[in-house]
């Protein structure tokens, strides 16, 4: 069964500090890995798309990592705001935009 | 450009009652797609509709009906709403899934209570 796990399920840092997300999937065929931003009450907004030959990408303060080999990926945010207080949400495309989405990790970043 | 919008934003329907919910999108998108959200699960595909008279089933369309008589249209249709189906649904858009690059662009979603 095609899965999408994230870990952790909620995660509190301070204003300034780093942090990592992490997902993990199952799933076949790949076609490419998306990260989005889903703010309370608002529709996923896209972070970053990668297919299986990138290892990372970057956006402003957002830096995905992909290992096709080991199927993970993560999200990593750097000098947080407060603005950054949202779901993110790990979605595997398997071709054709079917997508396979994550339960997300919300995270909270406290002043 | 408004993107992709949504209405109602909010509704409450009892048990049995219909209605129908209306997603409208100004990128000249070909496929369109409804989901829905629960707690504690991913976005799930109901329906999607890869061109103007066109719509296929997702991964849980029981319960649901679609129509895609406008290219910029895509409608959800409830036709006797259940406690099960209350959730959050969002529509998206995106170009054709020949190249599975393209972005797929989600509306602000409308929240559904079944009482």
């Known amino acids: 069964k095609n899965q999408v796990e994230q870990s952790p399920q909620s995660l509190i840092i301070l204003e300034g500090k780093n942090c990592t997300l992490q997902c993990n999937y199952t799933v076949s065929p790949f076609s490419n890995l998306r990260w989005y931003k889903q703010d309370t009450g608002r529709g996923p907004v896209s972070l970053t798309i990668m297919t299986f030959s990138e290892n990372t990408k970057s956006n402003g303060r957002y830096t995905a990592t992909l290992d096709a080999d080991t199927k993970q990926s993560s999200l990593h945010i750097t000098a947080s705001q407060l603005s950054d207080s949202a779901s993110y949400i790990c979605v595997v495309n398997t071709g054709f935009q079917k997508l396979v989405f994550g339960t997300g990790t919300r995270l909270l970043v406290s002043p | 450009n408004a993107g992709v919008t949504q209405t109602p934003k909010f509704r409450v329907l009892k048990t049995g009652q219909s209605m129908t919910l209306l997603c409208a999108q100004d990128m000249n998108h070909e496929y369109m797609y409804w989901y829905r959200q629960d707690p504690g699960m991913g976005l799930r595909l109901i329906h999607y509709s890869v061109g103007e008279g066109t719509t296929a089933k997702g991964e849980v369309p029981d319960g649901y009906n679609v129509s895609r008589l406008k290219k910029q249209n895509f409608l959800l249709g409830l036709e006797s709403a259940a406690p099960s189906q209350t959730s959050v649904y969002f529509c998206?858009?995106?170009?054709?899934?020949?190249?599975?690059?393209?972005?797929?662009?989600f509306g602000p979603g409308t929240r559904l209570t079944v009482t």
């Open positions: 998206a858009s995106s170009y054709s899934g020949r190249q599975s690059s393209y972005e797929q662009y």
